[in-house]
């Protein structure tokens, strides 16, 4: 007669539970991406520099060097739902012999710039895109259409 109420008191259980776990999960794997990052970094940073190298951008100059920050901030597109970490850095460039900045004094001047990295099936990768003239707090401003940032406890 009250075998009924099993079933629906489970269901209403699982739904009562279901956001908490879900967080706690979310936080898992957002502390586990920190930490595989932070552990990785120095590989990271010379993948950045190598892929930023070959992108051929910006016109007419050499990637020189890339200082990193330590710190970073995490977050997540909107539309893959993937983790990007977002890295302080400065650039240096050098022109290019022969080419249309060759001989322009500004090519020396070091450039503030977001690294952006990609959390892809459980591994940091990089495609070299940085975001020139932006720390990271207004890179996610400017992409606020299309990132999140991820709020860590």
Sequence with gaps: ?????????SGLAAVAFWK???RIGHEIHFERARESFLLERERLEAK????????????????????????LELARNKKTRE?????????????IEGGPMEGVEAVGNLRNAT???TFHRGRWTTAG????????DEALTHLAGQVERVIHP
């Design 115 to 117: 690294a952006v990295f």
């Design 129 to 136: 895109r940085a975001l020139f003239n932006m720390n990271p």
């Design 48 to 71: 950045f520099l190598e892929a930023a190298a070959v992108s051929g951008k910006p016109r007419g100059l050499r990637w020189k060097d890339c200082a990193f920050e330590r710190s």
């Design 20 to 22: 908490p776990l879900r």
């Design 1 to 9: 007669m009250w075998w009924w109420l099993v079933p629906v008191a």
């Design 83 to 95: 983790l990007l970490a977002l890295v302080p850095a400065t650039i240096s460039f050098e022109a």
